[in-house]
């Protein structure tokens, strides 16, 4: 059974500082997806990493998959008080109906002016 | 990516009540997931619906509590059945097509007295 692990489950930040969120997972992946929710909304999509050595960069927030580590990195750059949210990595795997998604759990971020 | 609307937004429902949501996605997609998500925890998938056939539920999860329809490739149905207390959560609907990113329903969030 594929098992996702999100630390630190709770960051408390000050703006401007650096940080960063691992995400490790248990099995084989080639594919790892993070999303971001805020309090009280759904989920969206932040990036999507499809290969061992991937990088993605979104404004302050950089994503890295390194799938020989079974191991994701979400780096936040110069955090600002909009970045506050929860985290979500999610990775691939089977069941009886197709691919699923199974989530970790979860990185709920405070970002202190 | 494609958008889901899902409704109600949220509910307040009295014990033994049962309460169906509703998922409408405005372009086809193959797979759709109900989630269940505790407030300040991750998902949980509840099953997988495929069209044309039905639900896989995960463990820990029933058709008799929480059946599922699918009857097209841009609607599904989740019906919580027989509530209690313990069933009042946040729910949320996903679509993916293949290996893509999901996308998610607002959620309807529940409670149940």
């Known amino acids: 059974e594929l098992k996702v692990e999100q630390n630190p489950l709770f960051l408390s930040m000050q703006e401007g500082k650096n940080y960063t969120i691992y995400c490790n997972y248990s099995?084989?992946?080639?594919?790892l997806y993070w999303y971001r929710q805020d309090p009280g909304k759904s989920l969206e999509s932040l990036f999507v990493?499809?290969?061992?050595?991937a990088v993605k960069q979104e404004g302050r927030l950089m994503a890295s998959l390194d799938t020989k580590a079974r191991l994701s990195t979400l780096h936040i750059t110069a955090a600002v008080h909009d970045l506050s949210a929860t985290y979500f990595c999610?990775?691939?795997?089977?069941?009886?109906?197709?691919?699923?998604?199974?989530f970790g759990g979860g990185t709920r971020l405070m970002v202190k002016p | 990516s494609a958008v889901i609307s899902q409704k109600p937004s949220r509910d307040i429902c009295q014990r033994g009540t049962s309460l169906t949501i509703q998922c409408q996605v405005d372009?086809?997609?193959?797979?759709m997931f109900w989630y269940r998500q505790q407030p300040g925890q991750s998902l949980t998938l509840i099953a997988t619906?495929?069209?044309?056939?039905?639900?896989?539920?995960e463990s820990g999860f029933v058709i008799d509590k929480f059946p599922i329809s699918r009857p097209n490739l841009t609607f599904s149905t989740l019906t919580v059945s027989n509530m209690s207390p313990e069933d009042s959560s946040i729910y949320l609907c996903?679509?993916?097509?293949?290996?893509?990113?999901?996308?998610f329903g607002q959620g309807t969030r529940l409670t149940v007295v």
């Open positions: 999610a990775v691939d795997s089977w069941n009886n109906a197709g691919n699923m998604l199974t």
């Open positions: 099995t084989t992946s080639d594919r």
């Open positions: 990493l499809l290969s061992n050595g």
């Open positions: 372009s086809q997609v193959t797979m």
């Open positions: 619906a495929n069209q044309g056939s039905e639900a896989t539920y």
């Open positions: 996903s679509g993916r097509e293949g290996w893509t990113e999901a996308f």
